[in-house]
C-alpha cells in the first residue's frame, strides 16, 4: 500500500448525499428570496461547510440568513436522509478491503458531527466509522478549501501528511487536499472531471480505487 492513511470525504464518496442535500438548499434559499437552482446548489456549495452559505449570501445581496437557518436545513436533510439515503455504490467493498488489508482509514467533512452520523447509521456504514475515525468541520477554525480539517484528522490519526491520500468529489475539498500536502484521488461519479483537475487521479467508479492505491 503506498499509504499510511485513506483519508475519505464524506458526501458524495461514501454517502450519496449530495442530490438529496443541495436539492433541498435550493429549494430553501429560493423560499427565503434567494432564488437558486439544483445546479447553482451544486456549483456554490457543494463539498463546503454551512458557513460558506451564510458567507455568499452575504457577499452576493448584503442580507443575512436567518439565524435558525442552519437548524431547519439540517432538519429538513435529516428528514430526507432517513427517507431515501443510501451508500455510494461500491464503498462497503472499499472498506471492507481496506480493514482486511489492516489499512487505516478515517473521514473528513465539511458537514456536522450530527449529520455525519445521521447518514452513517441510516446507511449502515457506521460499523465501519467508530468516532475515533470520525473529523468535521465543527472540530477546526476553519473549513474546506482550507487545509485544516485534513491536518487535523492526520494528527489525530498519527500520520504525516505526505503519507496520506485524501478522496473526494468537490472542487473545494481537492483545493484543501493539495494545500495540506497529500495527494489526492477525484471521485468523478457527480462531478466532472474537469472540475477535479488538480487531483492527482481521477476515478469514476468506488471499486477502481482500490487498484489506484496500490
Sequence with gaps: MRYDLVIFDNDGVLVDSEPISNRLLAAYLTELGHPTSYEDSIRDYMGSATHRIHDLILERTGQRLPVDFDEVFHTRVFA???????????????????????????????????????????????????????????????????????????????????????????????????????DVYGFTAMTPAAKLTRAGQLFSRMDQLPGLLV
Design 80 to 182: 430526507a436522509f432517513e427517507r431515501e439515503l443510501r451508500p455510494v455504490p461500491g464503498v462497503t467493498g472499499v472498506l471492507e478491503k481496506l480493514a482486511a488489508d489492516g489499512v487505516p482509514y478515517c473521514v473528513a467533512s465539511s458537514g456536522s458531527h450530527a449529520r455525519i452520523r445521521v447518514g452513517h447509521r441510516t446507511t449502515g456504514l457506521d460499523r465501519w466509522f467508530p468516532k475515533e475515525r470520525i473529523f468535521s468541520s465543527e472540530d477546526v477554525g476553519r473549513g474546506k478549501p482550507a487545509p485544516d480539517l485534513f491536518l487535523h484528522a492526520a494528527e489525530r490519526m498519527g500520520v504525516t501528511p505526505e503519507r496520506c491520500v485524501v478522496v473526494e468529489d468537490s472542487p473545494l475539498g481537492v483545493q484543501a487536499a493539495v494545500a495540506a500536502g497529500m
